[in-house]
């Protein structure tokens, strides 16, 4: 049985943030590839630096795209880019202790594991929307619209003071403390 063009488009929009993680996480071992590889003898030390810092910000870039797409199926370490920025550069990660790089290295680890399980999800997501069960994605693709980029802050702003609203108008009108908040609120403003 074939898929309908709904469960395609699920099917391909999956297919897409399946690749976007995996280059996130190539990405990432990357990254580690070239941190470790910076105290052995005789590497060229300022070619690596120069490698570690377009990494870093390609890192950067690609994880904001990421957890905006992603949204809801967004499930890496909260600490993944507090490792990109501290790690400023090569020469000052292995000026500190040993045990500040093993902390490090093992930071990057649960990264890693963060990711990969990200990762796994989203593969069984689209393989079960591959198989034609209806799986939820977190966008507005299904709607036919453009997924929408941003913090959704101003809807926020308006759910919030919507709802202190509401509460207020029942405690107003529904209660008989309603004349209580009634005169405290005229004698608040001198009325």
Same mark, same amino acid.
């Given at each position: 049985?074939? *898929?309908?063009?709904?469960?395609?488009?699920? +099917?391909? $929009?999956? $297919?897409?943030?399946?690749?976007?993680?995996?280059?996130?996480?190539?990405?990432?071992?990357?990254?580690? =590839?070239?941190?470790?590889?910076?105290?052995?003898?005789?590497?060229?030390?300022?070619?690596? $630096?120069?490698?570690?810092?377009?990494?870093?910000?390609? *890192?950067?870039?690609?994880?904001?795209?990421?957890?905006?797409?992603?949204?809801?199926?967004?499930?890496? @370490?909260?600490?993944?880019?507090?490792?990109?920025?501290?790690?400023?550069?090569?020469?000052?990660?292995?000026?500190?202790?040993?045990?500040?790089? %093993? %902390?490090?290295?093992?930071?990057?680890?649960? +990264?890693?594991? #963060?990711?990969?399980?990200?990762?796994?999800?989203?593969? @069984? %997501?689209?393989?079960?929307?591959? =198989?034609?069960?209806?799986?939820?994605?977190?966008?507005?693709?299904?709607?036919?619209?453009?997924? %929408?980029?941003? #913090?959704?802050?101003? *809807?926020?702003?308006?759910?919030?003071?919507?709802?202190?609203?509401?509460?207020? +108008?029942?405690?107003?009108?529904?209660?008989?403390?309603?004349?209580?908040?009634?005169?405290?609120?005229?004698?608040?403003?001198?009325?």
């Amino acid at each position: 049985m074939g *898929l309908n063009k709904k469960q395609q488009k699920v +099917a391909t $929009e999956l $297919e897409r943030r399946v690749e976007m993680l995996r280059e996130f996480m190539n990405d990432w071992l990357l990254f580690n =590839q070239i941190m470790s590889a910076y105290p052995s003898p005789g590497v060229n030390k300022a070619q690596l $630096e120069n490698q570690f810092l377009k990494i870093k910000s390609k *890192l950067a870039r690609e994880h904001r795209v990421l957890q905006e797409t992603l949204q809801s199926d967004y499930g890496l @370490d909260g600490n993944t880019m507090n490792i990109v920025s501290g790690a400023t550069n090569l020469e000052a990660i292995y000026t500190q202790s040993e045990v500040a790089v %093993k %902390k490090l290295q093992t930071e990057w680890h649960r +990264a890693f594991i #963060s990711i990969n399980e990200t990762l796994g999800a989203l593969e @069984d %997501k689209k393989a079960r929307a591959e =198989q034609g069960e209806k799986v939820f994605l977190p966008s507005s693709i299904m709607e036919g619209t453009a997924v %929408k980029t941003g #913090s959704g802050k101003g *809807l926020k702003t308006f759910l919030i003071i919507a709802g202190i609203a509401g509460v207020l +108008a029942i405690l107003y009108f529904f209660t008989p403390l309603g004349d209580m908040y009634t005169k405290a609120f005229q004698d608040l403003i001198g009325g």
